[in-house]
C-alpha cells in the first residue's frame, strides 16, 4: 500500500553558509562555502516522504518572488502534489544557516509568506480528510496548526507534530495528535525534563505517543502502559545535519503509513536520516528508498 501523507508547514530557501565555526555577537567568521537550497520544516518532510516512497500533497505558501517560483520547483520535481501550494504577495520565507566543521547548525528563519497559513481553506480541509496521515509543524502560524490537527482528528487521520521551534503547545493541540517527535532539546524545553526518558514520560500525559530523536544516539519511542525503547542510529561521518530531523519524520511517517510497527518504523527512518548527513543541504540531502532500504538492509 502506497500512503498518501499530507503536510501543512513551511516552505523556505536556506541560505548556507559553510564556516568553521558559527560567529558570537559582534563577531565576523570567514566562510570557506555558500548554497542556496530550497527547505523548511514542511516542504523538507514532504520532500522526504515523497523520496521514501508516500504519495505526498503540500498546504504550503510561497511568495511571489524568484524564490517562490525555484520553491514550487524543487517540491514538484521530488514529486510532492503542489496543488494547494499557496502564492502570496510579497517575499518567500527564508533560513540563513551557518554549518560548522562538526556539522553543526546555527539558523535564523524568516517566516515571509509563510505567516499566511492562519488557517485552512476548504480544498485543504477535503485534501486532509482524504489522507493516511498528516505531518505538522510549528514554523507555520498556530492557529494554522491547530485548525489542521482539529480537521484531522475530526475525520480520523492519524497526526504527527514535531514541536520546532519549540514553544509552549495548548492542550488543545496536544489532545489531536498521535505521535509527537520532539529532539531532546525540544522535549526538555516542553516538560521542563533534561533526562529524555523523564521528558517522555511526561508528553505521555498529553500524546499517546512519542519518538524523541537523539542525533547519533538513535531516538527513544514511548507509549502508554510500557517500557520506553532506544532505536539505536547507524555510526556515520556527518557532514551535514540541516534537514536530518525532516528526513527522519518524513521516512517515518511514510513507514507508518505502511503499516510496520512503530519500532521497526523508527529503524528504517534512522537508516535514511543516517544517509541525509553524509551529504550537504536539507531537501537536496535525502534520500530516495531505493537507498533508504539498501541501508537498511546493509545493517541488519
Known amino acids: 500500500m502506497t500512503p498518501h501523507i499530507v503536510v501543512m508547514?513551511?516552505?523556505?530557501?536556506?541560505?548556507?553558509?559553510y564556516a568553521p565555526r558559527a560567529p558570537r555577537r559582534g563577531e565576523t567568521v570567514t566562510g570557506r562555502e555558500f548554497r542556496a537550497f530550497p527547505g523548511g520544516r514542511g516542504a523538507d518532510q514532504a520532500v522526504a516522504a515523497a523520496r521514501a516512497g508516500a504519495t505526498v500533497s503540500m498546504i504550503g505558501a510561497v511568495g511571489t518572488d524568484s524564490f517562490g517560483t525555484r520553491l514550487r520547483s524543487a517540491l514538484e520535481h521530488s514529486?510532492?502534489?503542489?496543488?494547494?501550494?499557496?502564492?502570496?504577495?510579497?517575499?518567500?520565507?527564508?533560513?540563513?544557516?551557518?554549518?560548522?566543521d562538526e556539522g553543526g547548525t546555527a539558523i535564523v528563519a524568516v517566516p515571509g509568506a509563510n505567516a499566511a497559513l492562519t488557517g485552512l481553506t476548504h480544498g485543504d480541509e477535503a485534501l486532509i480528510t482524504c489522507a493516511d496521515l498528516l505531518l505538522l509543524q510549528l514554523e507555520a502560524p498556530l492557529d494554522g496548526v491547530l485548525a489542521a490537527a482539529r480537521h484531522a482528528r475530526d475525520h480520523g487521520v492519524r497526526t504527527v507534530l514535531t514541536p520546532a521551534p519549540a514553544q509552549p503547545l495548548p492542550p488543545e493541540l496536544l489532545a489531536a495528535v498521535d505521535l509527537l517527535v520532539p529532539n531532546a532539546h525540544e522535549a526538555a524545553a516542553l516538560t521542563g525534563a533534561a533526562d529524555p526518558r523523564a521528558a517522555a514520560h511526561k508528553l505521555l500525559d498529553q500524546v499517546p505517543d512519542v519518538v524523541i530523536t537523539l542525533g547519533a544516539e538513535g531516538s527513544l519511542y514511548a507509549t502508554r502502559g510500557a517500557e520506553p525503547v532506544t532505536?539505536?542510529?547507524?555510526?556515520?561521518?556527518?557532514?551535514?545535519?540541516?534537514?536530518?530531523?525532516d528526513t527522519f519524520v518524513g521516512a517515518l511517517a511514510t513507514a507508518l503509513g505502511e503499516g510496520r510497527p512503530l519500532p521497526s518504523a523508527l529503524a528504517w527512518a534512522s537508516s535514511a536520516a543516517a544517509l541525509s548527513v553524509g551529504r550537504p543541504g536539507a531537501a537536496s540531502s535525502m534520500p530516495y528508498r531505493t537507498e533508504i532500504d539498501a541501508e537498511a538492509g546493509a545493517r541488519t
Do not use: Y
Open 9 to 17: 508547514g513551511s516552505t523556505t530557501m536556506d541560505l548556507v553558509a
Open 79 to 100: 514529486g510532492v502534489d503542489t496543488d494547494l501550494l499557496r502564492t502570496v504577495e510579497g517575499a518567500s520565507g527564508t533560513a540563513h544557516i551557518v554549518v560548522d
Open 231 to 245: 532505536v539505536p542510529a547507524p555510526r556515520v561521518t556527518a557532514v551535514d545535519t540541516t534537514g536530518a530531523g
